[in-house]
């Protein structure tokens, strides 16, 4: 053995015991996971059903990644938040866009609106 390999070795091992300690929770990783997809989804307004499935899957994960870090040698606090509050952004956005959407087709006159503006440009286009 030289020398120079000695440093290396204990500089890989203080590594290897320091990686050990608290872990991650997976329900806050998850949380985190569901509600950036649930976010993204709602912000497309075409997957906004899909949007808001994911924030109630993350909201739930979400408090479930909350105790999970209460508990000792487990972290992920701050993840479990985030995802908490992404998902819980994305139920809110998905029911706010689904209410405008319930509000526009149930109004007969913005309807009729939107229909003739098609057909103006369907006469334009012949």
């Known amino acids: 053995m030289t020398a120079a390999s000695e440093p290396a070795r204990a500089a890989g091992s203080r590594t290897h015991r320091a990686g050990t ?4 929770s997976a329900a806050a990783t998850f949380a985190l996971v569901f509600g950036v997809s649930g976010l993204i989804s709602v912000l497309t307004a075409i997957l906004a059903w899909v949007g808001l499935v994911l924030g ?3 909201i739930i994960l979400g408090i479930v990644g909350l105790k999970m ?3 000792p040698g487990v972290t992920g606090r701050g993840v479990a938040i985030g995802g ?8 809110l956005i998905g029911l706010g866009l689904a ?3 319930t ?3 149930n109004n007969e006159g913005a309807v009729d609106r939107l229909q003739q503006q098609v057909d103006d440009l369907r006469d334009k286009l012949d």
Do not use: N
């Open 56 to 58: 109630i899957i993350g």
């Open 103 to 105: 509000t526009f087709i």
């Open 21 to 24: 300690g608290a872990k991650t």
């Open 84 to 91: 908490l509050v992404l998902s819980i952004l994305a139920v």
């Open 99 to 101: 209410a405008g959407i």
């Open 69 to 71: 870090a209460g508990r």
